[in-house]
C-alpha cells in the first residue's frame, strides 16, 4: 500500500487532474460528512481499478474538511482491510 495526505485545493488543482489524464474517468462515490460545527456536506471517493488487481484511490475530506487521502493498494492489501 502507497499512501499519502494532501490539501483538498491540491487535489482539485493537481492531483485529481493528473490522476484522470494518466488513467482515464474514474468511478466517483459520495458519502455525507459533518464536521465539528455541524456543516454537513458530501465527500468524495475517486477510484480507479488497474490491471493485475492494482486499485488507486482518492478521498476528499476523510477524516476532516481539510485533507485528502491517496492510497494505492493491491488485490492482498485490499483482503486485509477489516
Known amino acids: 500500500c502507497i499512501y499519502g495526505i494532501t490539501p483538498p485545493k491540491s487535489v482539485a488543482e493537481n492531483t485529481l487532474p493528473a490522476l484522470t489524464g494518466k488513467f482515464g474517468k474514474p468511478d466517483v462515490k459520495t ?3 459533518q464536521n465539528r460545527m455541524g456543516a454537513k456536506f458530501d465527500a468524495y471517493r475517486y477510484a ?3 490491471p ?5 484511490e ?3 475530506s476523510t477524516k ?7 492510497m ?3 488485490k492482498k492489501y485490499r ?3 477489516p
Open 52 to 56: 493485475n488487481d492494482i486499485w488507486i
Open 79 to 81: 483482503r486485509k482491510k
Open 64 to 70: 476532516s474538511i481539510d485533507k485528502a487521502q491517496l
Open 58 to 60: 482518492l478521498d476528499v
Open 48 to 50: 480507479w481499478k488497474l
Open 72 to 74: 494505492v493498494t493491491t
Open 31 to 33: 458519502y455525507p460528512m
